[in-house]
Nanobody, 121 residues
Framework: QVQLVESGGGLVQAGNSLRLSCAASGRTFSNYGMGWFRQAPGKEREFVAC????????YYADSVKGRFTISRDNAKNTVYLQMNSLKPEDTAVYYC??????????????WGQGTQVTVSS
């Protein structure tokens, strides 16, 4: 089992930044690829970004490319999502997830509870 706890969400004005953190505990964090997803009210959950176990390969949704950066610190069992130039359409609950798949995973095995990000215009 892997337990994931997100933090860092909040209310910000458009154009500002937030950094989300996801702390992992349980099984060896460095064995897992990590991803960030989000779900806005009335919408399906969507992929935001992911990073492989070594932190070398990253993938982003087109909607956040160039604005968001995913990173990880395996010594701290933590994955981050730096969000810059935030837009009102980035408002959502953000979830981190862990996967044993390599590359860009299609299946995630563990999920956090989510953290709310609200961007005001």
């Amino acid at each position: 089992q892997v337990q994931l706890v997100e933090s860092g969400g909040g209310l910000v004005q458009a154009g500002n930044s937030l950094r989300l953190s996801c702390a992992a505990s349980g099984r060896t964090f460095s064995n897992y690829g990590m991803g960030w997803f989000r779900q806005a009210p009335g919408k399906e959950r969507e992929f935001v970004a992911c990073i492989n176990w070594r932190g070398i390969s990253t993938y982003y949704a087109d909607s956040v490319k160039g604005r968001f950066t995913i990173s990880r610190d395996n010594a701290k069992n933590t994955v981050y999502l730096q969000m810059n130039s935030l837009k009102p359409e980035d408002t959502a609950v953000y979830y981190c997830a862990a996967s044993l798949e390599a590359g860009k995973p299609s299946i995630y095995d563990y999920w956090g509870q989510g953290t709310q990000v609200t961007v005001s215009s």
